[in-house]
């Protein structure tokens, strides 16, 4: 059973309001990653860690912003939220290069 | 490029039928090659995994082989059940990158 946890599970916000989505991991994983997911199921990298004070961007332009201040913590901030940012979002961590990642429940966000 | 592709769906069979997923990958590397499972509402799940030419993976009756020389890990289940019902993602590792690629996705329903 993997050890990685979001919160929210739902979020329904107006727009233009700030928002963080957290995600953490008790594995000590050096690897994290944000993936957000279309309502056609395919998944999208948008933010990924190496380790803390490693953030890159992901295959998919994001409007969004990540932190990696500790291991365990990798949240995700979108500083003005917008209909256009409803989606899932799915955060995963995993410990080796080449190897598979483990993910979190998911965040499901409604921009109204 | 480094790229997972998936049969598309939906796919609707019946309880007790037999299950194939079809997934290609293109012949960049040696990469390993996975399955997740996701459950509706949640996030992604390991189903198997297979890390080198013709290991097979397997899982709650679910088996894929990693074939090098079709680039293929076709999902097959024996018998499946309502609750294999469910979206199925193929994915491979990158060479030179930490991250994965995925598929699209197959939605399966199962009908009692």
């Known amino acids: 059973e993997a050890d990685i946890y979001q919160t929210p599970r739902y979020l329904v916000i107006g727009t233009g309001k700030k928002i963080t989505l957290e995600c953490s991991q008790t594995?000590?994983?050096?690897?994290m990653y944000w993936y957000q997911q279309d309502p056609g199921m395919e998944l999208h990298l948008i933010h990924y860690?190496?380790?803390?004070?490693?953030?890159e961007k992901g295959d998919l332009s994001s409007e969004s912003t990540v932190s990696r201040i500790r291991t365990e913590h990798f949240p995700l901030t979108l500083e003005s939220a917008r209909p256009s940012h409803t989606s899932q979002y799915l955060c995963?961590?995993?410990?080796?290069?080449?190897?598979?990642?483990?993910f979190g429940q998911g965040t499901r966000l409604t921009v109204v | 490029g480094n790229s997972v592709t998936q049969m598309e769906g939906p796919v609707t069979l019946s309880e007790e039928a037999f299950l194939t997923i079809n997934c290609t990958y293109t012949?960049?590397?040696?990469?390993?090659l996975f399955w997740y499972v996701q459950y509706p509402g949640e996030g992604l799940q390991l189903l198997l995994k297979?890390?080198?030419?013709?290991d097979k993976g397997s899982n709650k009756g679910f088996e894929a082989t990693y074939r090098k020389e079709t680039t293929s890990f076709h999902l097959e289940k024996g018998s499946v059940q309502v609750s294999d019902s469910a979206v199925y993602f193929c994915?491979?590792?990158?060479?030179?990158?930490?991250?994965?690629?995925f598929g699209q996705g197959t939605r399966l329903t199962i009908n009692p």
């Open positions: 297979a890390t080198k030419a013709d």
């Open positions: 994915a491979r590792t990158i060479q030179g990158a930490q991250k994965l690629v």
């Open positions: 860690s190496y380790g803390v004070n490693s953030t």
């Open positions: 995963a961590s995993s410990d080796r290069a080449y190897t598979e990642a483990f």
């Open positions: 594995m000590g994983h050096d690897k």
């Open positions: 012949a960049t590397g040696y990469p390993s």
